[in-house]
């Protein structure tokens, strides 16, 4: 699934990121932000399509803002 693939990418990016300096860790940053919002978005989609309902991606949701939040350069 496409939304395992991204959420597993922000991960990765991150733990790369931190091991890296200078432009190269904030491409991997930039990165792991991209990948949390196509998270979002699938989430979004999901939502859409009436796979999930509102309720249950509240704490997702809040989760990806935080991180992207975060993530912000």
Known sequence: MQIDRA????????????????????HHYRVAAGSADEVRCGLRVAQAWG????????KPYDLLDQELAILWT
């Open 7 to 26: 959420a597993t990418s922000v991960s990765l990016n991150l733990g790369e990121g931190r091991r890296r300096m200078g432009r190269d860790r904030l």
């Open 51 to 58: 796979y999930v309902g509102s309720k249950v991606l509240e």
